[in-house]
C-alpha cells in the first residue's frame, strides 16, 4: 500500500502525490480560523475542495490538532459529509490495516487537546494491541521532537509505541522535526509541511508498506 502523510498544513492545502491512503496529522485549519465557527466554515469550503480534488481511490483519514479547536468539543456537523474519515481516539479499518487514531499532546501553551502526564498516558492505553498504523498529533518524546526548552514528545506515548509495535506512526506538531524515524520496529514520521515560520518547506512523505516492512519513497524539502 502506498501512503502519503501530510501534517501542520495550518490552511495550505498541497498537491496530494498518487498514493492508496493519504494521512492527515492535525493542525488542519488556518490560523486565523482557530474560532470554532471560523474553522467550521473553513472545513466546509476549501477543506472540503481540497479533499475533493482527491482521487477517489485515496482513502483518506485523519486526526485534529493543537490549533484545530474546531474538533475539540467534538466532531462539527455539515450539510454534506465531508469525503474523510476523522479519528479521536477511535479506530479504522482501510485496505486491511486498522488505525488509530488521536489528537492529544502534552501541555503546549493554551491550546487544544492538551493534557499533562499521567492524565496523557491514559489516552494512550487506549490505543489496541494489533494496531498497524498510529496516526497521532503530538510526537513520541525523543523522536521528531526538539524545540528551543527541550523535547517535546510525551514519554508515556513512546512507551506505548514500544509495547504495541505498530508497522507505522505519523505525528507532525514540531515543525523542525521532519522526518523518519526508528523506533524498534516502527516506522515513525513526522510529516510537518510548514517550517517554524509557518511556511510551506516539506514534501508530504510517501512512503510503501508492505509485508516486508516500510520503505520510503518520497520525502525532504520543497
Request: proline fraction near 10%; include cysteine; glycine fraction near 10%.
Amino acid at each position: 500500500m502506498r501512503i502519503c502523510c501530510i501534517s501542520d498544513l495550518h490552511g495550505h492545502l498541497p498537491k496530494v502525490p498518487p498514493c492508496d491512503l493519504l494521512l492527515l496529522a492535525g493542525d488542519l485549519v488556518p490560523t486565523d480560523c482557530h474560532g470554532a465557527a471560523k474553522g467550521r466554515r473553513w472545513l466546509d469550503a476549501e477543506f472540503r475542495a481540497w479533499l475533493g480534488s482527491i482521487p477517489d481511490a485515496t482513502a483518506v483519514v485523519g486526526v485534529a490538532g493543537n490549533h484545530d479547536f474546531v474538533f475539540q468539543e467534538g466532531y462539527p456537523e455539515f450539510d454534506r459529509p465531508l469525503p474523510w474519515t476523522y479519528l479521536q481516539d477511535s479506530a479504522a479499518t482501510v485496505g486491511g490495516l486498522s488505525i488509530w487514531g488521536t489528537p492529544w499532546q502534552p501541555t503546549f501553551f493554551n491550546w487544544a487537546f492538551n493534557l499533562d502526564e499521567p492524565e496523557l498516558g491514559s489516552k494512550w492505553d487506549l490505543v489496541p494491541e494489533g494496531t498497524d498504523v498510529l496516526l497521532l498529533h503530538g510526537p513520541p518524546f525523543g523522536y521528531g521532537d526538539p524545540t528551543p526548552r527541550g523535547p517535546a514528545g510525551s514519554p508515556t506515548l513512546l512507551r506505548r509505541i514500544e509495547a504495541v509495535r505498530p508497522r507505522l506512526a505519523v505525528a507532525g506538531h514540531i515543525h523542525s522535526g521532519y522526518g523518519v524515524y526508528h523506533i524498534g520496529p516502527t516506522t515513525f514520521v513526522n510529516a510537518s509541511h510548514l517550517d517554524e515560520q509557518y511556511a510551506p518547506a516539506h514534501r508530504p512523505v510517501v512512503l510503501d508498506l508492505t509485508a516486508d516492512g516500510v520503505s520510503v519513497v518520497d520525502a525532504g524539502p520543497l
